[in-house]
């Protein structure tokens, strides 16, 4: 098994790992009302921001390996909660399934309305560790100087988007764009790779076949369907 797949492997069980254990202090909640988000917030905050420290230490390890050099010891600070979501409050966040189930449930039912809500939570749970793996890249690239891009690595299994842009080799201040559960990742491009200048850019309103990159107020760059409407923010968290 090649670095990049123990390293995605890795990210993989980081992420089902935070998401089983958001679900379980949201399916043991005695009830969902005005009185109990302040509590699980206080619960579930801590357990996404362990998740996003591991994921900022496989990364670190991952790309330091790739260079042969030491780890860098990333700024967990700049990774990790609000920063990763341009601002945005994990308490304000992990407040938001409730808000699903409060507006949900006259229309589709109390059962319907929590796994509506169970669903918000653990995406966004591993949305939060995804972003944290990938800023961490960026970051690292910033701080190494040794890295002049990435080329994307599909995670096995993928959608049909991230095998479109599987590949592709961008600047190594570009963020990789993601979508809710994706594992994809990226390897550096560094040394005797760097003399390729067959580079793309993942900016936003960036075209592949039917994959449209742009950009969510609060996520980043975000994989689309380049035929689909999108309107911001609620549309993916």
């Not at 609000?82 to 308490?91: D, I, K, L």
């Not at 690292?140 to 479109?164: E, H, K, L, M, W």
């Not at 449209?212 to 380049?226: A, K």
Request: one cysteine or more.
């Amino acid at each position: 098994m090649s670095l990049t797949a123990v390293y995605q492997q890795e990210l993989k069980r980081t992420r089902q790992a935070v998401k089983a254990q958001v679900a379980l202090h949201w399916n043991n909640l005695p009830a969902y009302r005005t009185e109990n988000v302040e509590p699980f917030v206080s619960r579930v905050v801590p357990i996404v921001e362990a998740g996003q420290r591991r994921a900022i230490s496989l990364t670190d390890a991952y790309l330091s390996h790739m260079l042969g050099t030491k780890p860098l010891g990333l700024d967990l600070s700049t990774l990790t909660g609000a920063s990763v979501r341009n601002g945005v409050s994990p308490q304000d966040v992990y407040a938001r399934p409730f808000t699903t189930v409060w507006t949900s449930i006259a229309t589709i039912g109390f059962t319907a309305a929590l796994a509506k809500g169970l669903d918000r939570l653990t995406s966004t749970a591993e949305m939060d560790v995804a972003m944290s793996a990938r800023d961490s890249m960026t970051s690292y690239a910033q701080q190494s100087g040794n890295i002049i891009g990435f080329q994307r690595v599909a995670d096995p299994g993928c959608c049909d988007y991230c095998q479109t842009i599987d590949g592709a080799r961008t600047g190594p201040d570009e963020p990789q764009p993601l979508h809710n559960g994706c594992g994809c990742s990226a390897e550096p491009i560094y040394g005797s790779d760097a003399s390729s200048t067959d580079f793309v850019s993942f900016s936003p309103g960036s075209l592949f076949d039917d994959v449209e990159i742009r950009e969510h107020g609060e996520l980043g760059p975000v994989i689309t369907n380049r035929h689909d409407s999108f309107t911001g923010p609620n549309d993916l968290h």
